[in-house]
Nanobody, 126 residues
Framework: AVRLVESGGGSVQDGGSLRLSCAAS??????????MGWFRQAPGKEREGVAA???????TYADSVKGRFTISKDNAETTLYLQMNSLKAEDTAMYYC??????????????????WGQGTQVTVSS
């Protein structure tokens, strides 16, 4: 079974930075074929796609994070990253990583992803 484990969340002040990691329990080859994404859900709100990266390392970002967040995929380490800069209070949420070995039609929509992590909490205080 594929296991995704997120880490790196925490509490920061407005304008601060965090780097999230998502370690996958798969071979390097399998990981290289994955399309992956970061999603977040704040209390009382629906889950939203934040950033995604396909198996060619082509990224997609939500408008709300463009220019502030960077997604990257390290196939050798089988780890997905999300570098988050200039954090705002509205970025506060539980962040989840997701993966799939199939084609993703809509990278920032969760329905195409088959594997999900348990999440890591990000809290930004103003």
């Amino acid at each position: 079974a594929v296991r995704l484990v997120e880490s790196g969340g925490g509490s920061v002040q407005d304008g601060g930075s965090l780097r999230l990691s998502c370690a996958a329990s798969v071979t390097r080859y399998t990981f290289s074929t994955f399309s992956m994404g970061w999603f977040r859900q704040a209390p009382g709100k629906e889950r939203e796609g934040v950033a995604a990266i396909d198996n060619h390392s082509s990224p997609t970002y939500a408008d709300s994070v463009k220019g502030r967040f960077t997604i990257s995929k390290d196939n050798a380490e089988t780890t997905l990253y999300l570098q988050m800069n200039s954090l705002k209070a509205e970025d506060t949420a539980m962040y989840y990583c997701a993966a799939t070995g199939t084609v993703v039609a809509w990278p920032l929509e969760g329905r195409d992803y088959h594997y999900w992590g348990q999440g890591t909490q990000v809290t930004v205080s103003s």
